[in-house]
């Protein structure tokens, strides 16, 4: 066992011992270490390089730099707006930038693995070319990352939406964090500096063909950006480990703050049956319809105590598998995907279904999980099909994201209930946003609240539908006018469970035994 050990190693040592600073330069430079596909290599020690595939490498070196480089332009007026936060609209161009972004990298990265064992060609000509595209993809990524690292430290908002994960684009957390650790490094610029040395001995005094100059142009660009303009190593150092700092007291800090969140989000300190009833569910199922938002409050939940305004919790009615299908949503692969788990049921085609965040995350529910509240409010954005139908497909890109316990209405990769909507409708909805500890957030009462505010004039952007108010007293729910709706949303003295809760809490009304 130990002799073959020593046979691997030596093997290894030689196959890769004229090669060892461009191998770190690419490992350098793949911002997941570890992670570099390991079928680069072989191709890399291959002698056999066709000169077809080198000027296809060529050209496709052009074209990614191209696109690199032209994102690079968009890329302030994408990021540097106005503003604390970006509408969903604007998220959605930044995150079809940024995944085109590190496409191009991965395409540059793809080609410079291919070339890293240039040495090992016998054909000069061909190992003088190989040299150029190895080398001047390396150039390329490092200024092309080093350009956008220098954009997003102008402002913390582009830097940490960069920095978020979001599933919906395959984008994973801290991918900019990672792509600044890794330029910043002084092993980074070591082995640029010394792959440069290798393009200058095989370069100097070379006729360039026109493709050849474009490419050399792109490097004498990028290594003057190297040695002017790269980040020094202290300062990248520096924000690395700040940024560990904050990783790891923030973590803790969430996970106590979510288990405190699911603690009191789920404690009931007395049981009753909803005083919604099911024929009243039933009533206001057949009056549904997709796009609706629909308002809820359980009474004596301990965390309806912590929440601004008088509901808690805001739900995004889909419709039913039927509905979706004649607006034209069931088909789309967003959407079929999740929905055909629904397929076969035998009521499939009239169970109505909800989207919520919950602590579990974003889910979907039906009627039967669903409706269990002692009171209800029903509205319907004034909006077309066709906005709606957008909406309801936005909304199952963020089916699955896990609850944002923080209220953060800045970040996408955790939603909460009343965010949800937002995201969905994105500026086709005007919404109201609250300033809390710092952060914006949307409780579910501000879209009452707006409601209330904005009711009768140019800018009333909902209808409203149904409201259904429970009587502590008699432990039964009755459907209540639009005014009533507004007097309750507005004015916490007019809540009747903080009304009648005092008179009811001994007073052995058989509406409020405790309920299995």
């Known amino acids: ?71 690079l332009d968009r890329m302030p007026a994408l990021l540097l707006t106005p503003g604390p936060l970006y509408t969903p609209e604007e998220e959605d161009e930044i995150h079809a930038a940024w995944v085109e972004f590190l496409n191009y990298r991965s395409l540059l990265l793809r080609v410079m693995g291919r070339y890293i064992g240039y040495g090992s060609i016998e054909d000069s000509d061909k190992q003088k070319k190989a040299v150029l595209l190895s080398f001047g993809c390396a150039v390329i990524l490092y200024h092309a990352v080093g350009e956008l690292v220098q954009i997003t430290n102008q402002n913390h908002k582009a830097r940490r939406k960069l920095n978020e994960g979001d599933p919906a684009w395959g984008l994973q957390h801290k991918v900019l964090f990672a792509l600044q650790r890794h330029i910043g490094r002084r092993s980074t610029k070591l082995a640029l500096e010394r792959a440069y040395v290798d393009y200058v001995k095989l370069y100097l005094d070379s006729v360039y063909t026109r493709e ?111 509905e979706l299908r004649k607006l034209g949503v069931w088909n789309d692969p967003r959407v079929q995907n999740f929905m055909m788990t629904l397929e076969g049921q035998g009521d499939a085609q009239t169970q109505h279904i909800f989207m919520e965040a919950i602590a579990e995350g974003v889910v979907l529910a039906s009627k039967k999980v669903r409706l269990k509240a002692d009171y209800m409010a029903v509205l319907r954005p004034r909006l077309p099909l066709a906005i709606k139908q957008h909406a309801i497909i936005r909304a199952f890109t963020h089916l699955g994201k896990p609850y944002d316990f923080t209220f953060d209405l800045f970040s996408s990769d955790k939603i909460i209930c009343s965010e949800l909507i937002y995201r969905s409708y994105g500026s086709h909805l005007s919404f109201d946003f609250s300033k809390v500890l710092g952060r914006y957030t949307l409780p579910p009462s501000n879209i009452a609240r707006r409601f209330a505010r904005t009711r009768g004039s140019a800018e009333q952007q909902f209808d409203f539908v149904h409201y259904l108010e429970g009587e502590p007293k008699s432990g039964k729910a009755s459907f209540k006018g639009v005014e009533r709706f507004i007097e309750v949303s507005t004015d916490p003295e007019q809540e009747p469970e903080v009304q009648a809760l005092y008179q009811t809490w001994h007073s052995g009304n058989p509406a409020l035994e405790p309920w299995p």
């Open 212 to 322: 050849e100059a474009w490419l050399k142009k792109r490097i004498d660009e990028g290594y003057t950006f190297f040695k002017e303009k790269a980040p020094g190593f202290w300062r990248s150092k520096f924000r690395v480990i700040a940024q560990i700092v904050k990783d790891f007291f923030y973590r803790p800090y969430y996970g106590i703050l979510a288990t405190v969140s699911s603690f009191l989000g789920d404690f009931r300190y007395r049981h009753t049956k909803p005083m919604v009833s099911e024929a009243q569910v039933d009533q206001v199922l057949a009056s549904l319809k997709p796009g609706d938002i629909l308002l809820e409050r359980q009474s004596f939940f301990l965390s309806n105590s912590f929440l601004p305004g008088f509901w808690p919790h805001a739900v995004f009615y889909l419709g039913t598998p039927s």
């Open 1 to 71: 066992l130990f002799r073959f050990i020593l046979l691997v190693l030596l093997f290894c040592g030689f196959a890769f011992a004229d090669d060892s600073h461009r191998t770190r330069l690419f490992h350098e430079l793949y911002a997941d270490e570890g992670d570099a596909p390991a079928l680069f290599f072989p191709f890399a020690k291959s002698p056999v390089f066709s000169a077809l595939r080198l000027e296809s490498d060529l050209k496709i070196i052009q074209n990614a730099s191209n696109g690199l480089f032209s994102l």
